[in-house]
Structures are given as structure tokens and as C-alpha cells.
């Protein structure tokens, strides 16, 4: 972890023993202390892991080993243990028997039903955001849309394809339901594992940006129905997209 310009292992955050930071505390050192105070070292471990997961710096398929990730973290193998459960229990990690844990693969076949109950959840969110979105939050929708349309026409994918996730991220936080914005969560993570890039070419990232429109337009024109369908449409356009990526023939 980089704090103050300097490389830490995860034990020198928690200890705090930066001797210029005694001297001069400067807001990245400031973070660093709320950052301790706030959260415990198997938390902090327990982001990491994801973070390397979901990166794909510890790819799907990939043997945990506690030994070298306490190493690489500057931990011990307690916390590596304790949040390698935690991942467990999100599906971001499988344990097989007498042979260890593993960053678990999502099959075709499990990605499809993710984007199924996605296209649910996204309909959801849409629907209660067309009945309940505040100025403020369709100001903030149309801002994204509009960033990634400018995102699109530099050419610039990786910029879309993040406000892709940020877009869908708003949705969710906005439409204020806690219980389907962590299901949702975990449905994406999961997705992530797959590591396929399905908005890859311009045309395919044209029709995900027209689709936002759609669905910021009815949020904004207060038509929960329509918003509802948009979301579901969505999602949905994105699983025959994926379908077309894999090479297999869209089916209902």
C-alpha cells in the first residue's frame, strides 16, 4: 500500500510507524489513521484479496496460498485465513477437498443466469428510481450518460466501460433498497470472475450507451413501468451481447 509516496506493507499501516508522518502528518497519513481506526486488519486484508481478485491479478481457477499472500501482505496467515473464508462465503473463492482453496470459475452457463437476475434487480432499481429520484440523482444519472457517450466518441473504452459500472453502481445506491443493491453486489463480483470482455467493440458499446439513455429518460420522465422494462432490456441486451462474444446463437 502507498502512503506518503512510500511503499507499506499492511502491518507498518497498522502500526502507524511512519517517522515523517510524526513530524509533518499529511493527508494521506491522516486517511492511513482512519483507516486504522475504522477498520481491523482482517478487513483490510479481506479488501485486498477481492481487489486481486476481481483485478485478475489472482486469476480465476488460481490456488490460495495462505503462506504467500501473507508474505506478499506483510501479515500474518490469520487474517489471509480468516478473509479467504469471507470470500468463501461471497462466491469469490471455492474450497475443494484435500486440495485447497481455489478463485472460483464461473462457467458460461452460471454467467447467463447471472445476467438474468441482474436484468431483475436492474428493473427493479429503475422502477423505484422513476418514482422516487430526487433532482439531484437524475441530475447525476444524466451526467454519467453524458461521460460515456463522450467516453465512446474518444474512442476510449476502458473509460466506458468504468462508467458502465458506475452507472449500474447509481442505480442501484440510488433506488435505496439495501437488501437488492448487496445481491446485486455479489451477482456482479461473480460475474467479474468470467474476466470477458463483452462490451469489446464500438457497435456493441453504442447500443449499451443508447440503452442508458433509454433508461435515464424514463427515470427522468417519472414511467416506472417503462423505466422498469428499459433496466430488464438492459441487462438482457448485454447477456445476448455476451452470447454473440462466446459465438453461440441468442436464444429467449
Known amino acids: 500500500m502507498i502512503v506518503g509516496g512510500k511503499v507499506k506493507t499492511v502491518n507498518s499501516l497498522m502500526r502507524g ?32 484479496m477481492e481487489r486481486m481478485i476481481l483485478s485478475g491479478e489472482l486469476k480465476a481457477g488460481a490456488r490460495i496460498s495462505e503462506q504467500n499472500l501473507a508474505q506478499r501482505l506483510g501479515v500474518s496467515r490469520g487474517p489471509v485465513r480468516e478473509a479467504a ?11 475443494i477437498a484435500n486440495r485447497g482453496v481455489f478463485v472460483r470459475e464461473v462457467s458460461p452457463e452460471e454467467l447467463l443466469e447471472l445476467y438474468d437476475m441482474r436484468a431483475l434487480l436492474t428493473g427493479f432499481a429503475c422502477q423505484r428510481l422513476a418514482r422516487s429520484a430526487t433532482a439531484e440523482q437524475k441530475a447525476a444519472l444524466r ?12 474512442g476510449d473504452g476502458p473509460a466506458y466501460y468504468q462508467g458502465n459500472l458506475d452507472f449500474h453502481d447509481a442505480l442501484m445506491d440510488f433506488a435505496g433498497h439495501r437488501k437488492a443493491a ?17 462490451l469489446s467493440k464500438s457497435a456493441m458499446m453504442q447500443e449499451s450507451d ?9 427515470i427522468e420522465a417519472g414511467e416506472a413501468d ?27
Open 17 to 48: 510507524d511512519d517517522d515523517a508522518a510524526l513530524t509533518a502528518p499529511s493527508p494521506s497519513a491522516t486517511a492511513a489513521i482512519a483507516l486504522r481506526r475504522s477498520e481491523s486488519l482482517a478487513s483490510i486484508v479481506l479488501r485486498e
Open 182 to 198: 448487496e445481491i446485486y453486489d455479489t451477482l456482479l463480483k461473480q460475474a467479474h470472475l468470467s474476466r470477458r470482455e463483452v
Open 143 to 154: 451526467r454519467m450518460v453524458d461521460q460515456m457517450a463522450a467516453a465512446l466518441k474518444a
Open 226 to 252: 417503462r423505466a422498469r422494462k428499459a433496466g430488464e432490456r438492459h441487462v438482457l441486451n448485454g447477456r445476448v451481447r455476451l452470447l454473440k462474444r462466446l459465438g453461440q446463437r441468442p436464444t429467449a
Open 210 to 218: 443508447a440503452e442508458h439513455v433509454a433508461i435515464v429518460e424514463a
Open 85 to 95: 473464508s469471507a470470500l468463501e462465503r461471497s462466491g469469490l473463492l471455492t474450497s
